[in-house]
């Protein structure tokens, strides 16, 4: 496709259940961040790689939480024994270059019951 | 401190006036900064990018770079109701919080 696709866009999960989000970045960039967005916040940081590396985790928020791009092009968000506080829109962006101008998939909303 | 600072707002302009949204950043290393634009429940969207000190017109947009004060801007001119969104400063991948603005028929 031509742009970021995420999926699923909606997921409501039970406390303590694992979840799995995924994102498919535009073809040929290299970059790819995910971010959490909660309500009236801008996109906080989780994690970025550059192809298949993940070269910053800084902003995971706990070790419940994982990423991975193993062949570079598509990535797995993880969310292992989810809590309420991980309610939140997950949103994936991919760039040509680590500097370069991001693009945005429609985000995961995700909601913890 | 945040790497990323923006003033939360909100901003309310008339329509037809200019907007003007302010951002301040800590990493001197920057090279990329960028302004993307939210509507309520959809993702950002990009709408500038600026490289070097100056400032560089689109359109209705004209984003402000100065390095040496770490501070970037937007202004929008002629604002219009669709203009109505929270524009989201970026830099090396980190986002402000957002400024929500509200250009007011």
């Known amino acids: 496709g031509a742009g970021v696709s995420q999926s699923p866009r909606y997921k409501v999960a039970k406390r303590g259940q694992d979840v799995a989000l995924r994102c498919d970045p535009i073809?040929?960039?290299?970059?790819l961040f995910w971010y959490q967005q909660a309500l009236g916040q801008g996109p906080e940081f989780l994690t970025y790689f550059q192809n298949e590396a993940q070269l910053d985790k800084s902003g995971l928020p706990s070790d419940r939480f994982f990423a991975e791009r193993p062949e570079g092009s598509v990535s797995t968000l993880k969310i292992q024994r989810t809590q309420q506080e991980d309610s939140a829109v997950y949103l994936c962006a991919s760039s040509l270059v680590q500097e370069g101008e991001a693009f945005f998939g429609q985000g995961t909303r995700l909601t913890v019951v | 401190q945040k790497e990323v600072e923006q003033n939360s707002g909100p901003l309310s302009v008339p329509e037809g006036a200019i907007a003007s949204l302010n951002c301040t950043y800590s990493d001197r290393g920057s090279q990329s900064f960028f302004w993307y634009r939210q509507y309520s429940g959809k993702s950002p969207e990009l709408i500038m990018s600026i490289y070097s000190n100056g400032d560089k017109e689109d359109g209705r947009f004209t984003a402000q770079l100065n390095k040496a004060s770490q501070y970037v801007s937007l202004l929008i001119r002629d604002s219009q109701p669709s203009d109505s969104a929270t524009y989201l400063c970026a830099v090396l991948g980190r986002f402000g919080a957002g400024t929500r603005l509200t250009v007011k028929p």
């Open positions: 073809s040929g960039h290299v970059s």
